[in-house]
């Protein structure tokens, strides 16, 4: 069964420290994951996501994601996070007709 | 091109009384998603619906909940008879297409609160 995992529940950083968030996944098929966002009262926006090709994959506002295969894993990255980084992170891999997701990490930024 | 929209943004229920979610997908989608948020937890799926078929309602739960997509409208996610258990965001999202090489886009959620 598909099935997403977030260890990292609750994160505090400092402004300009570098970020990294685990995602490990569990799917049987041909994957296609994905991070979102979830700024504090805003609805989910997609950071990135990877379908095949390259498995470093960009995102927006300096994000990006690397996909390593052996390991199960798509852990979100950003070299020197704000304090507008400041949101839930979702990984999310695909199903037949849906996304599942993990639990969610709540990242915090001290200005 | 606007987004998904959902309304209500919130919603209060007393326990027992019927709660109706409203979904518009983005314009060009025909696939629509439900998910629900309970506190602290991810996003887990409820039901998949095209214009006028339910594709996969696997995540639904087996009693009180129903969903339509009709052919004119936006989508609807009906919970009768609402419990505290119900409370929790609500939250729509469409493609334009499925299979698995799809990006679902999200609406701002419905927040449901069962008193």
């Known amino acids: 069964a598909q099935s997403v995992s977030q260890h990292n529940h609750h994160v505090i950083l400092s402004e300009a420290a570098s970020l990294e968030l685990g995602c490990n996944y569990s799917y049987g098929g041909t994957v296609n994951l994905f991070w979102y966002v979830q700024y504090p009262g805003q609805h989910l926006q997609l950071l990135l996501k990877y379908f095949s090709g390259d498995p470093l994959v960009k995102g927006i506002k300096g994000f990006e994601a690397e996909f390593i295969k052996s390991k199960f894993s798509f852990n979100l990255r950003k070299p020197s996070v704000q304090w507008s980084d400041t949101a839930e992170y979702f990984c999310a891999v695909n199903g037949a007709n849906n996304l599942f997701f993990g639990t969610g990490t709540r990242l915090t930024v001290i200005p | 091109n606007a987004g998904v929209m959902q309304n209500p943004r919130h919603l209060v229920r007393r326990r027992g009384q019927e709660a109706r979610l409203r979904c518009s997908p983005m314009?060009?989608?025909?696939?629509v998603y439900w998910y629900r948020q309970l506190p602290e937890e991810g996003l887990k799926f409820m039901v998949y619906?095209?214009?006028?078929?339910?594709?996969?309602e696997s995540g639904m739960p087996k009693e009180r909940f129903s969903a339509e997509f009709p052919k004119e409208g936006p989508s609807i996610l009906r919970i009768q008879q609402v419990v505290r258990g119900d409370s929790a965001a609500y939250f729509c999202?469409?493609?334009?297409?499925?299979?698995?090489?799809?990006?679902?886009?999200f609406g701002p959620g419905t927040r449901l609160t069962v008193t």
């Open positions: 999202a469409s493609s334009p297409t499925s299979g698995s090489s799809y990006e679902q886009y």
């Open positions: 619906l095209q214009k006028e078929n339910i594709i996969d």
């Open positions: 314009k060009g989608h025909s696939h």
